[in-house]
């Protein structure tokens, strides 16, 4: 098998594993280059079917092109879809930075909707390379029933042998593409002809690396017009993939505080 090949096998076992040793699943749709790759990778794992819900937690911040993406691709999929909205930021820690209370919005409508559904698991396209704090989760990460991440007490993964049984009341993110680079994500996109919402092309001289709220994001300065353009480019590049995003230019901590309360 070549390097894509492997990526797609382990990530298919990983998505089997979870389906198989967790009863009530979902996948969270973000509706970006990762996320779309995590719901390919689950029709190509069950046969073309995704057979848990989708669902979208909503901000109403998202870029027009995103929900116009979303709309369509429920449908043509024929995906189980659930969309769930956010509480307003008055709801968030005010203690945090602008975006990052921002962001928290997710955070707490994701909790919200977890309780209301009651899965005890949640399929996130997340990669150890995106950012430092990420590199600290695992494939099958615990947390506990108020949806809690304790980064200092997760259980050891190694070679290929993931942990799935874990004691009652805790709720398990599974993250089959944590083993991904941004690279490989789009070589494999472009190797399955996988959809993509265009805003991550350029159009006058820039583009958008990464796909947030509209209020919280930023395009980087870019030419890179097509999908062999923007691998090119990201085989040199020294600009760091979460550049335009706000949050992650804020308080230092900001986001590992968000990861540990719950965050994507």
């Given at each position: 098998?070549?390097?894509?090949?492997?990526?797609?096998?382990?990530?298919?076992?990983?998505?089997?594993?979870?389906?198989?040793?967790?009863?009530?699943?979902?996948?969270?749709?973000?509706?970006?280059?990762?996320?779309?790759?995590?719901?390919?990778?689950?029709?190509?794992?069950?046969?073309?079917?995704?057979?848990?819900?989708?669902?979208?937690?909503?901000?109403?911040?998202?870029?027009?092109?995103?929900?116009?993406?979303?709309?369509?691709?429920?449908?043509?999929?024929?995906?189980?879809?659930?969309?769930?909205?956010?509480?307003?930021?008055?709801?968030?820690?005010?203690?945090?930075?602008?975006?990052?209370?921002?962001?928290?919005?997710?955070?707490?409508?994701?909790?919200?909707?977890?309780?209301?559904?009651?899965?005890?698991?949640?399929?996130?396209?997340?990669?150890?390379?995106?950012?430092?704090?990420?590199?600290?989760?695992?494939?099958?990460?615990?947390?506990?029933?108020?949806?809690?991440?304790?980064?200092?007490?997760?259980?050891?993964?190694?070679?290929?042998?993931?942990?799935?049984?874990?004691?009652?009341g805790t709720h398990v993110r599974v993250h089959p593409i944590l083993h991904w680079t941004e690279l490989d994500i789009w070589k494999y996109t472009k190797r399955e002809n996988i959809p993509l919402i265009d805003l991550?092309?350029?159009?006058?001289?820039?583009?958008?690396?990464?796909?947030?709220?509209?209020?919280?994001?930023?395009?980087?300065?870019?030419?890179?017009?097509?999908?062999?353009?923007?691998?090119?480019?990201?085989?040199?590049?020294?600009?760091?993939?979460?550049?335009?995003?706000?949050?992650?230019?804020?308080?230092?901590?900001?986001?590992?505080?968000?990861?540990?309360?719950?965050?994507?």
């Amino acid at each position: 098998m070549d390097h894509l090949d492997e990526l797609e096998a382990e990530s298919i076992f990983i998505l089997r594993e979870a389906f198989a040793k967790l009863d009530k699943l979902a996948i969270l749709w973000s509706l970006g280059k990762d996320s779309n790759v995590v719901l390919w990778l689950c029709r190509k794992a069950f046969f073309g079917h995704v057979p848990f819900p989708v669902m979208h937690v909503d901000t109403e911040r998202k870029f027009p092109e995103m929900y116009a993406f979303r709309d369509r691709y429920a449908k043509e999929w024929n995906l189980n879809f659930i969309r769930e909205l956010c509480p307003p930021i008055e709801a968030t820690d005010p203690t945090l930075p602008p975006a990052g209370r921002s962001a928290a919005r997710k955070t707490l409508g994701l909790r919200a909707a977890i309780e209301k559904h009651g899965f005890e698991g949640l399929i996130l396209g997340i990669r150890r390379d995106e950012e430092a704090i990420r590199a600290k989760e695992r494939y099958f990460s615990p947390r506990d029933e108020t949806g809690q991440w304790n980064l200092k007490d997760q259980p050891p993964e190694f070679w290929n042998q993931y942990m799935t049984s874990f004691p009652e009341g805790t709720h398990v993110r599974v993250h089959p593409i944590l083993h991904w680079t941004e690279l490989d994500i789009w070589k494999y996109t472009k190797r399955e002809n996988i959809p993509l919402i265009d805003l991550y092309f350029s159009k006058n001289g820039k583009r958008y690396r990464s796909l947030g709220d509209k209020d919280i994001t930023s395009p980087i300065e870019s030419e890179a017009a097509d999908i062999d353009a923007v691998i090119a480019e990201l085989e040199t590049t020294r600009t760091p993939e979460r550049a335009g995003r706000a949050m992650d230019h804020e308080a230092e901590d900001s986001f590992e505080r968000l990861r540990a309360a719950g965050y994507m």
